[in-house]
């Protein structure tokens, strides 16, 4: 407080004699006002605020306002002109940003008033204060629709002025046939207000002035230039939303901008002796909309383009003014929006060089937006002014910078996307505020995405975008990282790929030692540890352990992290006993586990269990279990679980119930008391009110509520007589009756699991950016080398580029050798030329790896599948599946691991039966590849069928083959999924609670695999960080 | 407090047009009537699938009167913004645009707006538009809202805008309806005010 004060007396001596006089002046003013009819208290209020020297001063005197306010407004009888003051300080109220609810009546109230000037004020006040929806509006119609009728034309044009900020959608219709009617009103000033409301109709609600579209063409003829340039504003939007209904008002528009450029309208139009700027500027808006992708439509616009852009041209020797430069740019736009002749952009080209040229930086703006539009029709004319642009990324003008680097990010290419990418990562490191960051973080990803010449600068680029915008990025951006690192560049290449993840392991142990890190940087640091922190033989496991350890220290509250940290260390120590090796806990790694077991999140309970388990294994079965390495390899699914269908059969066969749909399980249950032999009738009673007729007592329709197609009833209505269980029991055991049930649903689901999950790191991250770097390829020598950016014109001396540059460096000797450097490698044209000339950048010369890349790439994109984008490769990957599993040649899962376990179980007569299906049966062994933790302390222990019985007889009141066939489901809907941790998981929940209904696990448990399932799918966390995933899944 | 004066107007106006006869509509203006009959069902259908367009349409979001210390003279949003939303957005503009140096361009990008300003003596004029607005034809408008108030107020300064704050906001609706820029004519703007100026 008293630095505040001393600060207000430090500023009022400062001001000094200069004080006296303003003082004065005030003074004089006051009078001037004072003889106005403002009161005493109204100036004494402007005025402290007006002196008020900080915000905490004027926050009081507004404050106090607002008590005296509440007091006075309130009180009988205020006569009409305090009252329209007082109005006035309650905007003043708002506008600094307090609230003056209590006053709003009033204001509405105002406007009731006959006086003109307080029924101006009122509008004005109700305006600023409500927002349409506001519940007094409905106060205010009746008002307007009175004062529309009025005969004093001030008073219709306030009320229209009023319609358009406070009219909505449901009130139109109350003044509409009379704003309709004000169209035709003699004073072109309520014309034109006319007009407005009925844009701001259509804006609010487009269909209720869609009858009116031929008044809007009328209007334009309005012989009032006002009414006329009212009418573009509305038009402008209609031709926005329907080009092709308005392309005969082509010749209208021209003709209209024809005779404005010519100086036909009144001097009073006139803006700085430019006619009309604002209405030509709307009319080229108009025209671009109307010409774009339409040549004739273009062809009659050339010649009065060619009039504006020849008006606008300033004269010898005076300077152009910004008016006119306005109407150049805006000329610009509609020519590089419509299909324009070579003249027309010749001429805007000249213009955007003048611009970018001028030393005014709002004229090097519009120059650079300008460039940007010209090179989308015309690339080679980015070369001729690079340096200009380069000017302009290099300014300390904030705007100037993120308009080029936006022009940048339009022009990329793969060979100048190292660049690009390095600038505006310098960029972002500047900025501070998330919606920036986030934006251009997502650029700085999608193009790294596009153009990536190597993998090793993409992995380092996403680490830095990670470092920056941290959590601002979306975490698919870390998976496809994780995904690309563990898939590597091309299947042949082992080399390059271990080379490339032991250089992401080096520079994540270097990036650890930085103190603050984005939590999302940190799980892909803990995935790549985990993953290759051993791999490379350079770490021991247990300094790679200690660094995980520490990571998870660090973060306490961060519980994905956490949870990656924990399955990095189960994966190392996994790695560990398969190469043979003892593995003894390090002390904080023992903490940090203990502390885990107890953590109140299951999903990291859960995995610290994993790794007891696994400490606890030996080699043999780790080795199984999790491969090194295991992360990229397919997991191949089969979808209908065949393996299980020897022990369905035979469960079946022993009288077990058949599997029932789970939707229909949920219908049975709620209704019945128990399972056994229900009927309908038996049900009744339990449901309430029922208003439709009753149905003949038959088998509840499971059918009804999957929603099976009404042919598929006819065939499921013969059955009706049977009991349900004996016709569940039938279903069960014929597939094609299963179907039955939902074949809709049940299909679908499957379809698109397959697809999602098939192959799930087949396309990863190399396939799109060989590709991009292909098409270049291709384009490139389709085009024998159009200009900008082209590696090819190194070898061709004489290119036009090559020309332009060497020009550029005579009139420009003086260009610092860097910005040159820089140039050079934004637009290649002349770079080859340069660098052929033995001037080497101190950075890698970008065309160099990236070429050298495109060729290494162009065999891989031979072999991947096809050079198509990522979910393309994902639907052909779905097709390929059904077969896939037919050809390899798999082998029983069980029987696998029941040689592994010494002890024979009954288990091994139902999985032996299985291994002839030896064509249709799971991989089942790859499933663990990339799912490391299982609990397998069930299985050593455990022969898999009994312990299913075990945990399904617990579970009381329900028929005992409901439940395998429910895990059956919940694998179909999650095949990367174990099973096994799917049984698991039932043992748990069956014997934490063997009382409560399994039905009401039901969805939990499901919960809970989800989760699972797309963790280890993606890589890893247990977030369910992806809804998007679960809802692809489900539909 | 009182301020230098805003910049005059250099080019003289003359307010004394030319023959408004001269001035014609286009030609092509009177298309039949029925001929628009079938485009107009046509259109229904695409009006109604475009819903609420105007949110992308407006062009001026706001208009924003600040002076050198950051305090707002005069504010006029185009858009409903509540009482927190503004006060949250003016300190943010306010804070970014008074800091830029002369020489920088006069337009700065903020979330989705694109702020154009100008300075005249101690005040600050910001136009908030969206993206694709011409950001010089704004910077003029800019210009012309000042030469418009230096006509009526007679070298205007803060304390007149204060003062009249309502006249301020009466010209503005003059010349900016549903975030377009309707009317520059300062004879049209003005003549409502004078008449009413007349009558009280």
New interface residues.
């Given amino acids: 407080m008293e630095s505040w004060a001393t600060d207000i007396v430090k500023k009022a001596f400062k001001q000094g004699s200069q004080g006296t006089v303003?003082?004065l002046?005030?003074i004089g003013?006051e009078l001037a006002?004072g003889s106005q009819g403002?009161s005493k208290d109204f100036?004494d209020l402007?005025k402290a605020?007006?002196?008020?020297?900080s915000?905490a001063e004027?926050e009081r005197i507004v404050l106090a306002e607002i008590e005296l306010l509440k007091k006075r407004i309130m009180e009988p009888d205020v006569p009409r002109k305090k009252m329209k003051e007082y109005i006035?300080r309650l905007?003043?109220v708002?506008?600094?940003?307090?609230?003056a609810s209590f006053g709003y009546i009033y204001a509405v109230k105002m406007t009731h008033d006959d006086?003109?000037?307080c029924k101006?004020?009122g509008y004005?006040a109700t305006t600023?204060f409500l927002?349409?929806d506001h519940d007094l509006i409905i106060l205010i119609v009746n008002t307007i629709q009175k004062d529309l009728k009025s005969d004093n034309y001030?008073v219709v044009?306030a009320a229209l002025?009023a319609v358009?900020k406070l009219i909505n959608e449901e009130t139109i219709p109350a003044v509409l046939p009379q704003v309709i009617d004000l169209l035709g009103h003699p004073k072109e000033?309520v014309r034109?207000?006319a007009v407005?409301a009925l844009?701001?109709f259509?804006?609010?609600?487009?269909?209720s002035v869609?009858?009116l579209?031929?008044k809007f063409?009328?209007i334009?003829?309005?012989?009032?230039?006002?009414v006329?340039?009212?009418a573009l504003?509305a038009l402008?939007?209609l031709v926005?939303?329907?080009v092709?209904?308005f392309k005969?008002?082509t010749?209208?528009?021209v003709?209209?901008l024809k005779?404005v450029a010519e100086h036909?309208?009144?001097?009073?139009?006139?803006?700085?002796?430019t006619p009309?700027?604002?209405v030509q500027?709307k009319i080229l808006k108009i025209l671009a909309l109307l010409g774009a992708g339409d040549r004739h439509t273009s062809e009659n616009m050339y010649s009065v383009l060619l009039e504006v852009l020849k008006r606008c041209e300033p004269g010898k020797g005076e300077p152009a003014t910004?008016?006119s430069?306005?109407?150049l740019?805006?000329c610009i736009?509609t020519i590089t929006a419509i299909v324009a002749s070579p003249k027309l952009l010749g001429m805007a080209a000249e213009i955007t060089s003048r611009f970018l040229k001028s030393d005014n930086?709002?004229y090097?703006?519009?120059g650079i937006d300008a460039l940007g539009r010209v090179i989308q029709i015309n690339p080679d004319f980015a070369e001729q002014h690079q340096l200009a642009v380069i000017d302009c990324l290099e300014d300390?003008?904030?705007?100037?910078k993120?308009k080029t680097l936006d022009l940048l990010y339009k022009m990329t290419k793969s060979t100048n996307v190292e660049v690009i990418v390095d600038h505006m990562i310098s960029y972002m490191r500047t900025l501070s505020d998330a919606?920036n960051k986030t934006e251009i973080a997502s650029r700085i990803v999608e193009l790294a995405e596009r153009f990536a010449p190597s993998n090793q600068w993409f992995i380092q680029t996403m680490n830095q975008v990670f470092e920056l915008a941290g959590d601002l990025v979306p975490a698919k951006v870390a998976h496809d990282l994780m995904r690309l690192l563990a898939k590597g560049a091309g299947e042949d290449d082992e080399e390059a790929d271990s080379l490339l993840r032991s250089s992401a392991v080096e520079s994540y142990l270097q990036l650890l030692g930085e103190p603050k890190l984005p939590s999302i940087l940190l799980q892909v640091v803990c995935w790549v540890l985990g993953e290759f922190g051993t791999a490379g033989g350079t770490h021991s496991a247990d300094d790679i352990i200690g660094k995980l350890c520490d990571v998870a220290e660090a973060h306490p509250g961060d519980t994905v992290v956490k949870g990656y940290a924990i399955t990095a260390i189960t994966k190392i120590c996994a790695f560990e006993i398969a190469a043979g090796r003892q593995v003894q806990l390090l002390p904080e790694c023992r903490s940090f586990m203990d502390d885990l077991l107890a953590s109140h999140s299951t999903d990291l309970q859960q995995r610290a269990y994993e790794l007891q388990v696994f400490l606890g294994l030996g080699p043999d079965i780790v080795q199984k279990v999790l491969h090194v390495n295991g992360s990229g390899e397919e997991i191949e699914i089969d979808t209908d679980l065949p393996f299980l269908q020897e022990f369905v059969d035979s469960s079946l066969a022993n009288g077990a119930r058949p599997y029932v749909h789970e939707n229909e399980r949920f219908e049975m249950s709620s209704g019945m008391s128990s399972f056994v032999s229900t009927s309908r009738t038996q049900q009744e009673p339990s449901h309430a009110l029922r208003f439709e007729a009753y149905e003949t007592p038959t088998v509840h329709t499971p059918s009804a509520s999957s929603s099976a197609p009404p042919s598929l009833l006819p065939d499921f209505q013969e059955k009706k007589p049977e009991s349900p269980r004996s016709l569940r029991n039938q279903l069960a055991a014929d597939n094609s009756q299963v179907d039955l049930l939902g074949p809709e649903i049940t299909r679908l689901r499957l379809d698109g699991v397959q697809k999602k999950w098939g192959r799930p790191s087949a396309p990863s991250q190399p396939p799109p950016v060989t590709t991009s770097n292909f098409d270049q390829e291709i384009e490139r020598s389709g085009n024998g080398g159009s200009g900008v950016s082209e590696r090819a014109s190194s070898n061709r001396e004489s290119t036009p580029a090559v020309h332009v540059y060497t020009e550029k460096k005579k009139a420009q000797p003086e260009i610092p050798a860097e910005k040159q450097r820089l140039a050079a490698s934004l637009f290649g044209g002349s770079s080859g030329k340069r660098d052929a000339n033995g001037v080497k950048g101190s950075k890698p010369a970008p065309n160099r790896p990236a070429a050298g890349n495109s060729k290494e790439k162009i065999p891989s994109t031979a072999q991947a599948p096809a050079p198509a984008p990522l979910m393309d490769l994902m639907d052909m990957g779905g097709g390929d599946l059904f077969s896939a599993p037919v050809a390899k040649a798999s082998y029983d899962p069980f029987k696998e691991l029941e040689g592994l376990l010494d002890g024979p179980s009954t288990a091994a007569s139902t999985s032996t039966p299985a291994a002839p299906q030896k064509s249709s049966s799971i991989d089942f062994m790859s499933l663990y590849d990339s799912t490391p933790v299982v609990s397998h302390n069930t299985v050593p222990s455990t022969n898999d069928h009994d312990f299913l019985s075990l945990g399904l007889t617990s579970s009381s009141g329900i028929e005992p083959m409901n439940r395998p066939e429910a895990g059956l489901l919940d694998l179909n809907e999650f095949p990367a999924n174990s099973p096994l941790a799917g049984l698991a998981g039932l043992e748990q929940s069956s014997s934490s609670s063997s009382t409560s209904l399994p039905e009401r696990k039901g969805p939990s448990l499901q919960d809970s695999l989800q989760k699972d399932a797309t963790t280890r799918q993606v890589g890893v966390t247990p977030t369910g960080a992806n809804p998007a995933l679960f809802q692809d899944l489900f539909g | 407090m009182i301020l230098a004066p805003l910049s005059r107007h250099r080019a003289g106006f003359r307010t004394t047009g030319n023959d408004p006869q001269s001035w014609r509509g286009p030609s092509g203006g009177s298309d039949s009537a029925s001929e628009l009959g079938s485009a107009r069902e046509e259109r229904v259908g695409c009006v109604e699938k475009l819903g609420r367009i105007w949110w992308t349409e407006m062009t001026i979001r706001f208009v924003l009167l600040v002076n050198k210390q950051g305090q707002t003279r005069l504010a006029q949003y185009y858009e409903y913004l509540t009482i927190e939303e503004r006060r949250a957005l003016e300190g943010e503009i306010v804070r970014k645009c008074l800091a830029r140096p002369d020489n920088q361009c006069s337009f700065v990008e903020h979330r989705n707006y694109k702020i154009i300003y100008r300075r005249y003596a101690s005040l600050f004029f910001l136009v908030g538009v969206d993206g694709e607005e011409n950001e010089l034809a704004i910077l003029e408008f800019i210009h012309c809202v000042v030469e418009t108030m230096d006509r009526y107020f007679g070298n205007v300064c803060e304390l007149d805008i204060m003062f009249h704050l309502e006249k301020a906001h009466f010209m503005l609706e003059e010349m900016v309806m549903n975030g377009c820029i309707v009317e520059i004519n300062k004879q049209n703007i003005l003549n409502p005010l004078q008449l009413m100026d007349k009558t009280t």
């Fill in positions: 303003d003082q002046k005030t003013r006002m403002s100036l402007v605020i007006g002196e008020a020297k915000k004027e006035i905007v003043y708002e506008m600094l940003g307090h609230d006086n003109l000037l101006k004020s004005l600023l927002n349409e001030l044009s002025t358009c000033h034109k207000k407005m844009h701001r259509y804006q609010r609600s487009p269909s869609s009858h579209l031929t063409r009328q334009l003829c309005d012989k009032d230039p006002s006329m340039s009212a504003c402008f939007d926005s939303s329907d092709k209904a005969n008002l010749a209208s528009f003709s209209i005779q036909r309208l009144p001097k009073a139009y006139d803006y700085h002796r009309a700027p604002f500027i910004n008016i430069n306005a109407i740019y805006e736009c930086h709002n090097k703006y519009m300390q003008d904030d705007t100037l993120r919606h």
